[in-house]
């Protein structure tokens, strides 16, 4: 530390040290994406000669801004909403926005409190997949806020000013049971959680339109609508396979129910493509290293994080002005699951 | 909004309405722990009647804390890391401290910028798992911190006041390599990163270890130290297999290893398990629901994300003084990768 007074150095020192404009040593401290490589190596190295040592928190106060994007979502061991949050996570690393992740556990309960708690924090944008988007609490909590929200996958009719990414659950889930019913499967179940948040509509809706398409009634006897854990699928596999008039296909929808899943069908001893034919959503690396290798309804969780990020930074700096829809694809990777002689181990 | 003169409520008329003092409305805003469920639920009703917005960005500024913790890993994608920020976000959660969650997507020269732009956040203290121990850059930007640090499975020797929490991945490799070596293999590869890491110097040690215990050399020409990521997996794997006097058992060192590991096993049409034993670190559900299940030592890291969160919580609050070293186990889980017969798709 240069300075033998104790004096805190101050910007206009390093701005002089390094010979540039205050406005652009403000530029590098805020990590604005407006900087050349050169003006930041500079800048940075006489912050350093000099000792200067910025205080965020205290500009935040000035400029009203805290350069902080409030990220919920319900479970970040989950390596789908991960994926998501790294997605987020590189789009905003590039603007100096940093991201404060909070997690609900999957307790809609705890959806309202964070989402006070972050408003309460000052945050400058919101990217949100709550566990309920029925639930009054939450809708009122985020009604509250007064900075912009971009929701991932769910559908809020309070909401009217929320920028969506919506991922087009049900194409995919058409093309899957379509599938299925062309493998000679009727007897179809689909285990997947409650008709609270947009994706199980989705997929339910393109499920039924697939038998419909086929002129064969869904089998609605064999529809488990309850939840995304794997607890509940496997207590839906072994329910299900213990029916007189048992499924001979499963569509897992969600990637922890498929972990259920299979331990259930494990359990009863029962060999996936042979016995029992197998769909799942997501393509997690168990869906692709699994023997047989397990058809997927795909998406790309990174692309998810990034577009909402993107969505959220143009309501933040007025780029775009009132709520964007943002649709993203699936896609059908057929495998060994559900074709009857399947190829084992085979790579995605 | 009650107020009709457009003047922002108080806390002090959140406190009358409620009939509490002051501090109980301080208390219950800031999340304290100290609070009970019934003086919660009564603060909070009263926050909504009068309709008070508390500003903890300001409130951070007074109290000279932002009630903010850093979390600088490599990958949130990877589960390992997600599932550590897991633990540790459930710790800080009942605490009122939000996670501010940055990546250096195994950048080693980015972790010197996130734990620059972290300190100027002011954030109350750090978790952090650095790419590199030995990057001058890294180790001056962590000295130059003044709130507490806890190291995951890193060990600083130029940061003396940190926190470790540390895993004893020696001991783990050290059992899963005697038990290769006692079901037969002496031509054992290990793929792994850089030595630059303390999982890897561990796990080389206990690697060594297990075959001096045995009275072999250890086969110092199937090493390979270079990265944690799956492209260097697969590369690796290739490479060896290749080799005249080929390894008969594969050790992947890492969760992404062991993905390039298979794609390069499938890709040569080696079969696990009869071709090759494989032992991976790390039990994720590819482990556990590969055909044969993969032999893995295993460790818990939620109580890893917990225990780090503990400890820094503990010198934030001065609970704790000087730095803390805790260790957390390691465990083999014998499956059938290792077994001559083995079991195919059994449960872990």
């Given amino acids: 530390m240069p300075d033998a ?3 805190a150095p101050t910007i206009k020192e390093v701005a002089d040290h390094a010979g540039v404009a205050l406005s652009s040593v403000s530029r590098v401290v ?6 050349s490589a050169s003006m930041r190596r500079k800048v940075l190295a006489s912050i350093e000669s000099v000792g200067y040592e910025p205080n965020l928190l205290a500009s935040s106060l000035r400029r009203g801004s805290t350069m902080t994007i409030g990220f919920l979502i319900s479970d970040i061991s989950n390596p789908l909403f991960a994926s998501i949050a790294n997605g987020a996570s590189r789009v905003l690393d590039s603007t100096g926005y940093a991201m404060v992740l909070t ?3 999957s307790d809609a309960a705890k959806d309202e409190e964070m989402i006070r708690l972050l408003r309460w924090r000052r945050v400058d944008g919101l990217i949100v997949t709550v566990a309920d988007e029925e639930r009054p609490g939450t809708i009122a909590e985020l ?4 900075v912009p929200v ?4 769910r559908e809020i009719a309070g909401l009217p000013d929320a920028s969506v990414v919506r991922t087009d659950h049900a194409t995919g889930m058409r093309a899957a049971t379509t599938h299925l019913i062309r493998e000679g499967h009727t007897r179809i179940a689909l285990i997947t959680s409650a008709t609270n948040v947009r994706p199980t509509r989705d997929r339910l809706a393109g499920f039924r339109a697939a038998f419909s398409a086929a002129g064969v009634a869904p089998p609605e006897d ?4 309850g939840s995304f854990s794997a607890t509940y699928g496997e207590s839906c596999t072994t329910e299900l396979m213990h029916l007189a008039d048992r499924p001979t296909a499963l569509v897992a929808g969600g990637n922890l129910v498929l972990e259920g899943v299979l331990r259930g069908l494990y359990d009863l001893g029962l060999r996936i493509g042979e016995d029992v034919a197998l769909v799942s959503c997501d393509d997690t690396p168990i869906t692709q ?3 047989p290798p397990i058809t997927t309804i795909a998406r790309d969780t990174e692309r998810t994080g990034e577009v909402a990020a993107k969505l959220l930074l143009g309501l933040i700096d007025e780029s775009t002005t009132g709520p964007q829809i943002e649709g993203l694809p699936t896609r059908l990777l057929v495998r060994g699951s559900t074709q009857s002689r399947h190829v084992p181990a085979a790579r995605a």
């Fill in 289 to 291: 290293f699994h023997s």
């Fill in 103 to 105: 997690s609900s556990g």
């Fill in 143 to 146: 009604g509250r806020l007064d």
């Fill in 150 to 153: 971009v929701l991932v996958d």
């Fill in 5 to 7: 007074e104790n004096r």
């Fill in 222 to 225: 064999l529809i488990r609508l």
């Fill in 30 to 35: 805020n990590d604005h994406p407006d900087v």
